[in-house]
């Protein structure tokens, strides 16, 4: 594992950080939510009194956090190990992001990032790998707007039904598969009230929520923001959510498929993404619907990557139980106008010149949106800098018109294929591959022990492991 120059300066960032402290107690904070996204998207940290979460170097974490499973499972790696004494990482406060909570003033929250000790960024940190081609988008003069959806279940808290792990005993947040319902019992009024005051004071970018097909099912939209910040808004909602969830005697999951009833969808994460240069926006089609070069290009750079690249937009043993065209749910690398099961969908809206945009289809609730959109934005910078061009849109059903290359159909054949591609260690790097495989084949070799033990399990339906491992954990 190779380190390169250090981005950040420890006591420069003191010095902020104690200057935005001074305001923070000024203003009757006492206590600080300290977060950080791991490598699977998932927010942690710590609460601290204010004048330690002031600390230039931070607080440290193991490296094994980069490499955890499901449920927290512990995953040995060249990265993390005895041999190397689990080094540790530096979780340091970004003086710009602390918010103090109107609904709890004594609290803040404050997003960090990571630094290895010497200041450099970790090799693993999805975070410093979506600024890297963030920025060498930006260097054409090509600004990145990106916005995402998230659908998810709310379910009733019953602490002795989770402990015993009757996940299917949990009453949904909603009798009935009601879309856009208003009037849904029991009502979400006050939820979705608590939440958008939320969102706003910890900059989450929320800016619509809606009941969706599944009971207890809902989804949320947020708002348009440059790529990094699209992301960090993605993975801090999630926590933010869990919390609000468990405040209002609820439990959320973004399992994407619990496996409740046939009737349920499964849960997706749109990604919505533009192309900007000098203020116009790259997506939008010319008078004869033609779209512009930058733009084809970049969905042929999307579309050639993405069935190597599989693994990041379905990265669990559950996220395969999602793949269903048939339930809007893209099975191929396959691209259209308005086409809602094809993986890359062409939307224009009545406003062209504001909302044409890419909606990638594929990504379920489930994955790091860091790791997605360095994917999506990589292989994209990739179609244009070779000029590449797509194939025509598709028409109907694109696996029975074979409208693009066949997605990976199991979680082995796509951990073998993003380990094998010379595309995703071209993008990521040999190390990020080499380390998140590992921590996918021992993902797979779990659950595959686990039907060892249990061979009377229907493999072809959601298992109890799943929710075991998933339920709560996403």
Not at 11 to 21: F, I
Not at 80 to 87: G, L, R, T, V, Y
Not at 435 to 449: D, G, P, S, V
Request: aromatic share 10%; net charge negative.
């Amino acid at each position: 594992m190779t380190r390169g120059h250090p981005v950040v300066d420890f006591e420069e960032r003191g010095a902020l950080l104690r200057q935005k402290g001074e305001q923070l107690a000024a203003s009757g904070v006492k206590f600080v939510q300290m977060e950080f996204a791991d490598v699977n998207g998932h927010v942690r940290g710590k609460i601290s009194p204010l004048s330690k979460a002031l600390s230039p170097s931070g607080f440290g974490i193991s490296t094994l956090i980069q490499t955890i499973l499901s449920n927290d499972q512990v995953c040995l790696t060249p990265y993390s190990n005895f041999e190397n004494c689990f080094p540790k990482l530096c979780a340091v406060a970004d003086p710009e992001t602390f918010r103090q909570w109107s609904w709890k003033p004594h609290m803040a929250s404050v997003r960090c990032e990571i630094f290895n000790e010497d200041g450099t960024s970790p090799a693993i940190d999805p975070r410093s790998q979506l600024k890297n081609v963030e920025s060498a988008l930006a260097a054409r003069g090509i600004e990145v707007k990106a916005a995402l959806e998230y659908e998810f279940f709310l379910f009733q808290e019953d602490d002795k039904a989770v402990r015993e792990r009757r996940y299917a005993d949990l009453l949904p947040f909603g009798r009935s598969a009601s879309v856009y319902n208003l009037a849904s019992r029991p009502s979400c009024s006050a939820f979705a009230e608590a939440l958008f005051e939320r969102s706003e004071c910890v900059d989450l970018k929320l800016e619509a929520f809606h009941t969706e097909y599944g009971e207890g099912m809902f989804e949320y939209v947020h708002d348009i923001g440059n790529a990094l910040a699209a992301a960090d808004a993605a993975v801090h909602a999630k926590l933010h959510m869990k919390q609000l969830a468990g405040e209002h005697g609820l439990i959320a999951t973004y399992m994407p498929v619990i496996g409740r009833q046939e009737s349920d969808t499964a849960s997706g994460a749109h990604h919505n993404i533009s192309l900007w240069r000098d203020g116009k926006n790259l997506m939008q089609p010319d008078g004869n619907g033609i779209l512009s070069t930058t733009a084809r290009h970049f969905a042929a750079g999307i579309l050639s990557t993405m069935s190597d690249l599989h693994l990041i937009f379905r990265p669990w043993v559950n996220s395969y139980r999602r793949m269903d065209r048939h339930h809007f749910s893209p099975e191929n690398a396959s691209w259209g106008f308005d086409h809602h099961t094809a993986a890359l969908r062409v939307v224009h809206g009545p406003t062209p010149a504001r909302t044409s945009r890419y909606e990638v289809r594929v990504p379920g609730a489930d994955v790091n949106p860091y790791l997605c959109m360095t994917a999506i934005l990589a292989s994209g910078l990739r179609g244009i800098e070779n000029g590449m061009e797509p194939p025509a849109y598709a028409v109907g059903d694109p696996v029975e018109n074979g409208n693009g290359e066949m997605f990976p159909r199991t979680y082995s054949e796509s951990i073998a294929r993003f380990e094998r591609s010379a595309l995703a260690r071209a993008i990521f790097g040999d190390f990020f591959v080499d380390i998140y495989a590992e921590t996918r084949k021992a993902e797979l070799q779990t659950f595959q022990n686990w039907l060892a033990e249990n061979p009377a399990v229907d493999a072809d339906r959601v298992t109890q492991w799943e929710r075991i491992q998933y339920f709560e954990w996403l």
